[in-house]
Every structure is written in structure tokens, then in C-alpha cells.
């Protein structure tokens, strides 16, 4: 009977006060937790990986590429902007200002021409028709080139020691005469006009119309002296370009200039006048 009693006190000692867990089961406890714990480690550690990008070879090489095509366009755009009026010298920049007021100038006087021969021809003065009808007559013959002219201009000489000057340079000679308000052109003994033509013969010679020239070439035009001279002398322009190939162009500006080269009037073989409508 007492034996029973004493397990019963017992076991309601061990109801009140539980046992504390020893350092073993401590140790077994925290084991179990980080076996849990790393059990799921690796899944996240791969999710991440999956859904991160990658660093490939061609990926490096794409962005590289992007890289030199923008730096390539930003180059371009500047080079672009600076290639106009922006590089010219101050003094290059009132020369062609100076010029434009020139070409103003003359348009304007030609204009005033133009209005009193309208006026002159619409009151039915005789003298005032055939005065207009021959100096249409000479303005054509000299645009045709059966007319030899004479006035201001400017008087260019090429020296080619290397023999580099080739056709397109000398085509671009007379572009730019004829855009500075060239008149009359002549190389060498050559009349230019719309239909002159350059080239090379079979011994690499240059041609004009089928002529030969030789170095060194000699170019008269008149118009504006100072115009012509203006526009010859641009940075990048006509005497640069040919500097740069090893030739020597001199341009001077002269009061009076003579072109007599002459060329047969030839007959349109296509062009026919209209009727006015």
C-alpha cells in the first residue's frame, strides 16, 4: 500500500516539474534542423540560377558590337556638322559673304537690264528690238562658243610634276567655275561649253573634246575675279584636292581676260524649237 503511494507522489513530481532536455538531445535537435534547412537549400540555389541571365561568349560580343556602332554614329554626326561653313576661317567667311553680295549686285543689274528692254520692246521702238535681238544673238554665241569674249576673271595654271591631275579633277575645276558665275571657260586651246566632255587617250594623256592637253594646264574664266577665286580657294575644295595629289594650281585675278578658243556651229540633231503656247 505504501508502494503504490509512493509512485503516485512520484509521478506527480514529474507532472510538475518535466525533465530538462540534456546536451545531447540538444545537439541531435539543432543536427535535425540543419539537415532540414539544407535540404531545400539547392532547389532556391537552382531556381535563381535558372531565372538569372547568363554571361555567354556571344552575348559579350553582340554588346561589343553595339558599343563601336554607336561610337561609329556619334563620329559621323560631328564630322557631319563640322563639314559646312563651321570649319571655314573668319576671313574665308566674309570672303563668301563679300561674294554673295557681289552676285546679288549683278543679278540685280541684270534685272534692271532685262526691265527696260521689256519696256523698250512693248513701246514698238524699232531700234530698241534689233538692239535686244543682237545682244541676245551675242549672249548665245558665247554660251555656244562661236563667240570670243573678253572681261575680268581669273587665269588659273596647273603644274602636274607627278602627273596625278587626271579628268575628274579638271571637271571639277570647271563645276566650280560655273557655279562662282563663270561665263566663259577655256583650257588650253579647248572652248568649254555644256557638252565638253574629259578623259584619257590610249596613252593616259587628258582630253578635252578630243584634244590633248598637256601639262602645264591653263585655264581662263570670266566673271567675278574675286568670286572665282573665292570658290577655287575653299578649304577641301578644287586647288586643296589637287595640292593633296602633288600638283601646284596658282589662280590670279586679272582685269581683263581674252578667251578665243572658238567652236564650230553645229547643227541640233535632235532639238527642234517649239511653238509658244
Known sequence: MSEEKSDAKAAREDQQNPAEPTLEDQSDATATSKDQAGSGTPAWRRMARVGSPRATRGKVVAALLALLLGFAMVTQVRQTRTSGLENLRQSDLVAVLGNVNNQSTRLQR?????????????????????KAAQERLTTLGILAGTVAATGPG??????????????????????????????????GDV???????????????????GKVLRAPY????????????????????????????????????????????????????????????
Do not use: C, H
Not at 157 to 180: F, S, T
Not at 241 to 247: E, K, P, V
Open 110 to 130: 541684270e534685272a534692271n537690264d532685262l526691265t527696260r528692254t521689256r519696256d523698250g520692246l512693248r513701246s514698238g521702238s524699232g531700234g530698241a528690238a534689233q
Open 191 to 209: 572652248r568649254v561649253v555644256a557638252s565638253t566632255w574629259f578623259g584619257t587617250d590610249a596613252q593616259n594623256n587628258l582630253v578635252a573634246d
Open 154 to 187: 581669273v587665269r588659273i595654271v596647273i603644274n602636274d610634276p607627278a602627273a596625278a591631275v587626271g579628268a575628274p579633277n579638271l571637271l571639277d575645276a570647271v563645276q566650280e567655275l560655273r557655279d562662282a558665275g563663270a561665263e566663259a571657260i577655256q583650257i
Open 218 to 277: 591653263t585655264i581662263l574664266a570670266i566673271g567675278d575675279p574675286s568670286t572665282m577665286a573665292t570658290a577655287m580657294a575653299i578649304p577641301g575644295g578644287v586647288t586643296e584636292t589637287m595640292q593633296q595629289l602633288g600638283a601646284q594650281p596658282a589662280v590670279t585675278q586679272q582685269k581683263q581676260i581674252t578667251v578665243s578658243a572658238l567652236r564650230p556651229l553645229e547643227a541640233a540633231r535632235y532639238a527642234q524649237p517649239s511653238a509658244p503656247q
